[in-house]
């Protein structure tokens, strides 16, 4: 069932670990002076703690959200608060949209006869979820406390949610960009994704100007089956054209190396049309790919 706590005190430790509240969980003006503890704990509604005080360790470890977002708004958090903010455990928190299913939720049931007697009973409902407006400022309000006391996974994975619910709010015509930014970066959050990024640009640009000079071939022409060479070692320096391919792939995507047009800038004159237009589209992505892995840096060693 719910609970209702206004402007109460505990003075000692509170333990609602394993509890399940299956109605909304009301806390507003409490204080609580010993440790507080909600881990394991299941909040099927609302979870309100605004202007509440935790002046000792919380915990929320492996705690589940399953419509709502706690909201904190003008409460006071104890620095050492811990909540369930890893990216395996996403899973404890609302989904954007639609509904949720509670199984063996408590649900009062009136008799038909005045006469009878109200019994509780269990029922499976799906429940609509806090809209992504709200989430979105409930998150925001994590995020800003993580923030401050400088716990930089929890601050960073807050984000994140705040981010999906952006996404989930923006017009349709910026979607595009919110999409690119989760793929290419998981929200400015990931190092490894724009540097796998960065080398699949590279290999694609060095495969399609093989491809584009014919370097090399699926099918030998006189030769029946496949030639597992690809038609490269039937030349007296086997990896001339594959070096030269992998250069210029290189120095388009990363220009600020410098050996462009040192090395390949008479080469980048007789190239084909599309070939030109690839290496452009190489640099423009490698500039977008190279922020986002300063970003990711920055972000997960809170570089300055």
Not at 123 to 130: F, L, Q
Not at 203 to 228: I, V
Request: proline share 5%; charged share 20%.
């Amino acid at each position: 069932m719910g609970a209702i706590f206004g402007g109460t005190t505990f003075e000692s430790p509170v333990d609602f670990s394993t509890s399940k509240f299956t109605g909304s969980l009301l806390s507003q003006d409490v204080k609580y002076n010993g440790g507080t503890d909600f881990s394991d704990t299941e909040f099927y509604e609302k979870a309100y703690f605004r202007s509440a005080k935790f002046k000792s360790i919380t915990k929320f470890d492996n705690a589940r959200f399953l419509t709502h977002v706690p909201e904190f708004h003008a409460a006071e958090l104890y620095d050492d608060t811990v909540f369930p903010a890893g990216s395996d455990q996403i899973r404890n928190w609302p989904p954007l949209r639609g509904s949720v299913q509670l199984e063996g939720r408590d649900v009062i049931k009136h008799p038909e006869n005045p006469s009878g007697q109200i019994s509780i009973v269990k029922s499976n409902e799906r429940v609509d979820v806090m809209p992504a407006a709200d989430q979105k400022r409930a998150y925001n309000r994590l995020r800003l406390f993580m923030n401050r006391s400088l716990q930089i996974e929890e601050e960073q994975f807050f984000h994140r949610q705040e981010m999906r619910c952006k996404t989930r709010l923006a017009r349709w015509y910026h979607k595009p960009f919110y999409w690119l930014y989760a793929l290419l970066s998981d929200y400015g959050n990931s190092v490894w994704r724009p540097m796998v990024g960065i080398i699949a640009v590279t290999l694609f640009g060095a495969l399609f100007m093989l491809w584009w000079q014919e370097a090399f071939t699926f099918l030998p022409k006189e030769s029946p089956g496949f030639d597992w060479t690809l038609g490269l070692l039937g030349e007296d320096d086997p990896w001339a054209k594959p070096r030269q391919a992998a250069g210029w792939s290189i120095s388009n995507t990363l220009p600020f190396l410098g050996f462009g047009k040192l090395y390949y800038g008479e080469l980048a004159k007789e190239l084909a049309w599309p070939l030109k237009v690839a290496g452009g589209v190489q640099t423009l992505l490698g500039y977008v790919l190279l922020f986002f892995l300063g970003l990711g840096l920055r972000n997960r060693f809170r570089l300055r």
